[in-house]
């Protein structure tokens, strides 16, 4: 998820078990929310994504999809990559957290 410059995987929280990915946390757009999703499911070894991905919007009451230079922003994170996750056959828990 964090080697997509066009997602902010900040909030985004990860969990696999046996191929099954849970997507949580939140994400400032709609698109931003069906692109982590594609995302999971083009990942090797994941046989089905749950997306209970929340929309947060700013003070202003916009969702966040014209503000494209957050999607594109990278910073550290520590966060295990999905692909490494999956197939593995223990929950596995990633929060992705961007440092400020």
Known sequence: MTDDPALDASEIVVEVINGEVTLSGSVMSRDQKRRAEDVAERTSGVRDVTNQLRVTRDGNGHDGAADSSRAAGTGNTSSQPVS?????????KTASRTSA
């Open 84 to 92: 490494e996750a999956v197939g593995k056959g223990t929950s596995s």
